[in-house]
Each structure stands twice: as C-alpha cells, then as structure tokens.
C-alpha cells in the first residue's frame, strides 16, 4: 500500500481529517524549505504538497505566482525540488510528500527521467496541474510503476463523467478545487461544496482533498468535513511573504496557523455535515 | 506532401504537438467551445452572416497588391503583397476576432476577455465587442503598455478595460496567463477570445479556420494576376495566426514554398530573440504542446523582439508540425533586418508596414532576389504601421 493510501486508510479509522500545507519550495529561499516541512510534521500535518516552481503558473493567484518568482530567483527548479524531497525524506520516513506544479518542467527531464527521479527521491505523489488524463496516461503509468500516486483535480464545474475518469485514473487521493478561480481566491461557498461533494462522493472511494480559498482554521475546519482533508496553501505562503526579513518569524507562524487548524480539525471530531 | 492535409485530429493533435493541457476547471468550457465550434464552423447561417461581416465590417477581401517597383529593384521574384493592413482596424487580427464574437454571441456569453501583445488584437477584440455590446477586458503586459501605447487609447476608446499584467516579463505570455486565470474565475459568462493559433485544442484549429480567408483570397488572386500559383509564400511567425492563414490553404500544393519569420531580436546566438522554432525546444505551454524558449530546467526564458506581436516564446502547434515534417521552413531575421524591411517597403512602395510585417518584409530582402523574374513571392503584409509611430520616432530620435 502507498504511503498515501496508508496515511488516509489510517485517518479514516481514527476519524480524523488529513491536514494538507502547501508551501512552494525554495521559497523565500533553498534553506528554508526542510527545517519546514519538519516543523510542520510537528505542528501535526498529515502530507505536504510541496510546490514546483513554474515561470508561468497559470492556475495560481499572485500570492503563489510571487513565491514561485522568489523560488527561482534561487534557480530553484524541479531537480533541486526533488534534492529537497530526498533531504527531508533521510529523517522523516512517513509523511507523504506530494508535488504540485505544472508539466513543462517535467517535459524538459522527459516522463521517464523525472519518474526515476521522484522514485530516488521516495516522493509519493504528483499532481501537475496542467495534464488532465487524456494527456496524461504516459506519465501516470510509470508514476504508477513506481509506486508514486497520480494526482487529479476535479472543480465545481466537472461533470459526473468526468468524477468517473478520475476515479479511474486517479490514486492517493482526489483534489477538489472548492472555487471557480485561481489559489488564494476570494470567497467559497460551503453549501455548493456540500453538494458537489456528495455527487462526488457517490462516484469514487478515493479520499477527496479540498483546497483553494482556505484561510484559516475556521474555513479549514468547515470545509475539511466535507470530504477527507483540507488543503491550505496561500494563507501559509502570506505568511513568508510578510516576513521576508525575518523567516523564523514567518516559520513560527505557519507552525501557529497549523496548529490551531489541527486543533479545530480534532475537536470538530465526529461533526456530520455542516450548518451554515 | 500531396495526400489529403487533415489535421488536427479529433482532440486537436498535429502529430505530436497541440491537444489540452489545461487545469480542470477549463475542461468544460473547452469541450463547450469546442462544441460550438464543430457545429457552427459547418453551419450555413453562421457562414454567412461571417461572410457578410468579412465583406461589410472588415472590408474584404483585401487586394493582392503587385509591388512592381520594389519587385524591380530587387531583381528577382515578383513581389506580392497580401494587404491584411487594409483591414478594418488595421491588421489581420479582425478576421478571428469577428469569427469569434459570432461563437461568442451564439454561445449566450456576455464577456469577453483577450491577451495581447502588440495591442492588434486588443483592438479588434475591443472593436467586436463594441458592436455587440458586450463587456471586453484585454490583458496586456506592462512593458507592451507603455511601447504600444496608441493601442492602449484606441481600445479604451472602443470601451474595453485595458489590465496592464505587472507579473513575469510584463509581455505577452503574461498576458496570456492573466487572460487564463480571469477566464478559469469566470467560466460561466465569459468568451476569451484567444488572438494566435496557439492555446489548447480547439483554438489553434478555430482561429486557422478564421484566418484562412487569407490565404484562399490570395490563391483566387493569384491565379487571376498571374494564371497560376505562387512560387514562395512569407510571413511573420508571432503565434502563428498570419502565417497559418495563409499558408493553410497552399499546404497540399507541393509546389508552392512556405518560409515563416520568426524574431531573431538582437540575434539568435545572443539568446536574446523568440525564436521557438529556429532555436527552442519541444515543451508544453498555455494549453498545447509546441517548441518553446525554455531552459534545461523547463523554465520558460524571457523573449525579446523589437515588436510586441512577435515577442512570444511559443508558437501554434501546426507550425511545430510543418517545422518537422518540413512542408515549411522557418527563418529568422533580427531587429535591424526588420528595420530594413521597414523602410525598404515604405520607401520603395509608400506602404508603412507594422514591425511585425516588416520581418516577413525584411526576409524577402533576401529571398526575392535569389527567385527568377518570372516567379512569385506572396508576402502576408500582416498589419500597417501606425501602432508603430512612437516606437519608429523613439529610434529616430524625434520627439512626436
Ligand atoms: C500586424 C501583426 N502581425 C503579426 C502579428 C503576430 O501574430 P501572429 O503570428 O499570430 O500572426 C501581430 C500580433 O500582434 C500583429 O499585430
């Protein structure tokens, strides 16, 4: 079994909800990144979506796009993304790590040559963003050779065929784009999610993962009961970005956002459904 | 290459390049688009009223104009010229802008968004969108705000809201991100009319299909002035739309050549140009998979082009696929070259071509005399130069 398939297999028995953190690697520099993820293993998350750094991240709003631009102006890249992974994975053998970011820096490694790569480096996910599944069977099947999770997304707008496709061709877990828009985009709309949820729900067993718009732990909170996790991204990232002058300080306040969203995630324990 | 030309294929490959590569929340409105498309493409009400608007509204068809003095000081092919700048606002943009807008208008949708570079295609999305009354955002990079400003005022004018994109190099794949990530936030009533042959699948096919007016035009025209088809055909490489307009109709006659020019900038070897096809890689960017500026690391590079409509570090797949299989050869030529181009067409003919038709200009410079006097070169003389004016006096040193 997958480290992913293990880590929601295990949450579901204890009914607990996955807390996900997105941060992108390398920023605001290289040296940030490990001591990071570690520290975030302690605030009590149970996978990290580690972003790729992309010249041109056409799905995320500003606050990712400018964390993208600090990472490579450190020439950080998906190479070194992966050195990252290996790093952290030498002292933290059981959070899953996933990758998140677009295809053209994959192309330039070749399908081949980055599967090996994200193997050495024991990554247990992929989602890239820009490769639905009719593009993406190639890469999918020798991720799937290796034992890394193809990651897929579904949105408020995807139809049940399409929930049925990516309960085929997805594993790990399913990504659920709460809102029509960008990462870090204004307001969702819990009822809708609810909804969706169900349609989606009624079409796969693999566990749903929402993200986008999630600010704190409230929103964290309400929306992490919907499916199987919550993912949160943009709020951590803000975080770094108003203390580029100081990132312990920034560090202490992602570990302090996450930990009071665990703490919301454990209460809320049991919670069916949501009153809004 | 005389067997039947079919591409793409139903999800929008040429051979290896093209298709979608886009995140989830645009699949639906592409396979919507796409919908639409295949119907309305085959339509006969919808052709004509596109007919009409070409003929009424755009003001074609546009001449094939026999550049006779300059044929002749050049000494070798005769010289013609696709006047795409006498079109309503200016440039060939409008052709897929008014094919567009009638999508749009059939789709229900109420707003309409575009990138653009040189601001060409701005204008005629504002424009369409004008005459329809709908509401028109235009993404454009900051740096090709301020080099193109009349543009800016022109699509104001027309009512648009002009969105200078501050992100990345400011030019025109910025815009195009902008453009996507408005479009992914506002699926339901927004049309973004996309102003090259490039994006996911179908809008590298659908805006060849607008654009080859040109090109059927040209070879009717041809035939007429001359009894027979042309030799050689050159034109601009940006995304590709010009180019692929009129190159698409001549790609089963095996005789006739295709050169597209791409923007050397300060000069391939300086790494300082957009050249995807002369000097970039295959990679996958904005929806399709086409040759890029990118580095070792997939990062996509920053381009440059003395002219915003070429400053564009893609080029529409079906061009990648014409590279490969050779039925068109893809050329460069610099900033300086185009400025030859420039003032040789202006002085030689009183036509002020657009920066961006003066590289296709600049390449007949050399073509042209190596051609017998009795053979034909059609050049796609894409846009005028008005646009250009500011940047023009700039380099001369006079202050407008
Ligand atoms: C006059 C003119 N020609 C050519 C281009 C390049 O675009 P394409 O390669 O799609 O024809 C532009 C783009 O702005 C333009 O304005």
């Known amino acids: 079994m997958s480290r992913l398939a293990a880590k929601f ?36 998350v149970d996978v990290i979506e580690l972003g790729v750094p992309f010249s041109d991240p056409m799905a995320d709003g500003p606050v990712i796009q400018r964390a993208s631009e600090r990472a490579l102006a450190h020439k950080m890249s998906l190479r070194r993304t992966l050195e990252i992974a290996a790093e952290f994975r030498k002292t933290d053998q059981t959070t899953p790590v996933v990758l998140m970011g677009y295809l053209n820096p994959i192309e330039a490694m070749t399908y081949e040559g980055f599967a090996n790569a994200a193997q050495r480096a024991d990554i247990d996910g992929v989602l890239t963003v820009d490769l639905p599944p009719e593009e993406g069977q190639e890469c ?104 580029l002058d100081n990132p312990e300080q920034a560090k202490n306040e992602i570990v302090e956002l996450l930990t009071s969203i665990r703490q919301a995630l454990d209460c809320g324990l049991g919670t069916e459904g949501v009153q809004e | 290459m005389t067997e039947k030309y079919n591409m793409p294929d139903e999800r929008g490959h040429f051979g290896p390049y093209g298709g979608i590569f886009v995140a989830e929340t645009l699949i639906p409105p592409i396979q919507e688009l796409n919908a639409a498309y295949q119907k309305y ?78 601001g060409q295609h701005g204008v005629a999305t504002a424009t369409v969108a004008a005459r329809l009354g709908l509401e028109c955002v235009v993404y454009m990079g900051a740096v090709d705000v301020a080099r193109q400003s009349l543009n800016v005022y022109r699509m104001k004018l027309l009512g648009a809201k002009v969105v200078a994109v501050e992100s990345g190099s400011k030019t025109l794949k910025d815009a195009l991100n902008e453009a996507l990530r408005d479009w992914v936030t506002n699926v339901d009533n927004t049309f973004y009319i996309i102003g090259t042959v490039a994006g996911p699948h179908p809008y590298p096919a659908m805006v060849r299909d607008f654009q080859a007016i040109i090109g059927r035009e040209a070879k009717q025209q041809c035939l007429e002035a001359t009894g027979r088809l042309p030799d050689a055909l050159v034109a601009c490489v940006g995304g590709g739309s010009n180019a692929i307009g009129l190159f698409y109709p001549f790609i089963e006659d095996e005789s006739v050549k295709m050169y597209g020019v791409e923007a050397a900038g300060d000069g391939v070897a300086t790494g300082r140009h957009s050249a995807p096809l002369c000097a970039g890689r295959p990679g996958v960017l904005h929806g399709n998979r086409t040759y890029l500026m990118a580095d070792d690391d997939g990062e996509i590079i920053e381009t440059h082009s003395i002219s915003a409509g070429l400053d564009y570090p893609g080029v529409g797949p079906e061009h990648a696929w014409l590279k490969d299989t050779g039925r068109a050869t893809y050329v460069n030529i610099t900033d300086t070259e185009a400025l030859e181009g420039f003032y040789a067409l202006t002085h030689m003919e009183g036509i002020i071509p657009a920066l961006e038709s003066s590289h296709a200009m600049a390449y007949a410079l050399k073509l042209a005399p190596t051609m017998g006097k009795d053979e034909t070169l059609i050049i796609n003389l894409s846009g005028r130069g008005d646009k250009d004016m500011q940047t023009m006096a700039k380099r001369e040193g006079i202050e407008l």
């Open chain 1, 9 to 44: 297999e295990e949450l579901a028995q204890s009914g607990r909800k996955a807390l996900i953190p997105f941060i992108t690697a390398g920023d605001p520099s290289p040296g940030f990144t490990v001591p990071m993820m570690h520290a975030m293993v302690k605030a009590g």
């Open chain 2, 41 to 118: 493409l085959k339509d006969p009400e919808f052709i004509a009223e596109l007919d009409a608007d070409l003929k009424y509204y755009v003001g074609r068809p546009s001449p094939l104009y026999h550049a006779e003095r300059w044929s002749r000081e050049l000494g070798g092919a005769q010289i013609y010229l696709k006047r795409e700048d006498l079109n309503h606002t200016g440039s060939h943009k409008i052709n897929n802008t008014v094919g567009q807008a009638l999508l749009a208008k059939r789709m229900g949708k109420t707003r309409i968004i575009a990138e653009t570079g040189a």
């Open chain 1, 140 to 243: 999918s099947a020798l991720l799937k050779a290796r034992g890394i999770d193809p990651i897929f997304l579904l949105a408020p707008n995807s139809s049940v065929d399409r929930v049925k496709k990516m309960d085929a061709v997805g594993s790990g877990y399913l990504y659920y784009v709460s809102l029509k828009g960008v990462t870090g985009a204004g307001h969702l709309d819990v009822a809708d999610v609810e909804n969706k949820l169900q349609q989606i729900r009624a079409n796969t067993q693999l566990p749903v993962a929402i993200g986008f718009g999630v600010k704190d732990a409230e929103t964290a909170n309400t929306i992490a009961h919907l499916g199987d996790g919550v993912v949160i991204g943009s709020a951590l990232i803000s975080k770094i970005e108003t203390n």
